[in-house]
């Protein structure tokens, strides 16, 4: 009789230890800070180490600035005026970051982009662009205490870029007094890096600041061989509702991200501002949206003004 008593009551007692032993387990989320559960925004580096699979979809529209054109003559003539050409774009980026130890992920992305030039001339001015590109990079963080940590990543972007520009082969072909298609076409391997410092801070649980400082490099893999240098500075604040209103599981995020060139013939200047709204009431997903106002050149050196809206998926584990 004692043995059984002695059983029923070891029995008892175990349900709570592994319950009291999985609440010490550290998170696997490891994006949280004084509380705060961070967000994500494409325009803004994090500094965490996780193991994570993210999925963003953007479709957008935009305005490029060129020249005006005469469409009744052959090649159309190009005036003296100015004007908007409208167009649209397509991205899509598929990720993977892997937690390789406490401080130190490995992360890899598959980037997909098209640009179709809209409306009368646009496809003529503006042309055609597509580009698929492959992101390998890796990060080493640093926590200073419970709410501040730091990060430093390198990666490097790899990928081919065509553009169809129709009305400068056509101009360039009549001007050489022969026509190809070849001339149409501006095809190029393009190879970016990039040195990112990242900083998270935490100071209340509905409350987050991220700030970035990056240094960039491309180089283009055509005739000419261009190599271009620039900086980067970016930041976002975050605002979760749900740790003030418990039924309330959404957070939103302003982000704001600014490249400049270094030297002459540098990487052209931009700025893109972003608003979000994301959903916070499980801490191994983010799900949300993302509104992209971006101001800048194409890499045809043509003015830009576009806005784009992002659907962001994010699982951690």
Same mark, same amino acid.
């Not at 101009?171 to 190809?180: N, T």
């Given at each position: 009789m004692r043995r059984c008593l002695l059983a029923l009551a070891l029995l008892s007692t175990a349900p709570p230890a592994a319950a009291a032993s999985a609440e010490d387990a550290p998170s696997p989320v490891r994006r949280e800070l004084g509380g705060h559960r961070f967000m994500i925004s494409h325009l803004v580096e994090d500094p965490f180490s996780v193991t994570s699979f993210g999925v963003h979809l953007a479709i957008g529209a935009g305005e490029a600035l060129g020249p005006a054109l005469d469409l %009744?003559?052959?090649?159309?003539?190009?005036?003296?005026?100015a004007r908007w050409y409208g167009y649209v774009t397509v991205v899509n980026q598929f990720d993977l970051t892997a937690r390789i130890v406490e401080n130190l992920s490995l992360h890899a992305a598959l980037l997909t982009g098209v640009r179709q030039g809209g409306g009368e001339g646009a496809?003529?001015?503006?042309g055609s662009a597509v580009q698929m590109s492959g992101l390998l990079g890796v990060k080493g963080s640093l926590a200073l205490g419970d709410s501040l940590r730091l990060s430093l990543t390198g990666q490097g972007i790899y990928g081919p870029h065509m553009n169809l520009l129709i009305l400068q082969g056509l101009?360039?072909? /009549?001007?050489?007094?022969?026509?190809?298609a070849a001339d149409l076409f501006q095809d190029r391997n393009a190879t970016s890096l990039a040195a990112t410092a990242a900083a998270a801070w935490g100071p209340a649980p509905w409350l987050g600041v991220e700030a970035n400082a990056g /240094?960039? /490099?491309t180089k283009s893999e055509d005739i000419s061989g261009s190599t271009k240098t620039g900086l980067a500075g970016a930041g976002s604040v975050e605002l979760d509702a749900l740790p003030l209103?418990?039924?309330l599981p959404f957070g939103t995020a302003v982000s704001y991200r600014? %490249?400049?060139?270094?030297?002459?013939?540098?990487l052209a200047s931009s700025e893109e501002w972003s608003w979000a709204v994301h959903y916070t009431g499980r801490p191994d997903l983010v799900l949300g949206v993302e509104a992209d106002r971006i101001q800048g050149r194409l890499e045809t050196s043509q003015s830009t003004r576009q806005t784009i809206g992002w659907l962001n998926f994010r699982y951690y584990w």
């Open positions: %009744t003559t052959f090649p159309p003539t190009v005036l003296r005026d496809a003529l001015v503006v101009l360039d072909a /009549y001007q050489a007094g022969s026509f190809a /240094y960039l /490099y209103v418990s039924w600014r %490249t400049g060139s270094l030297g002459e013939g540098g």
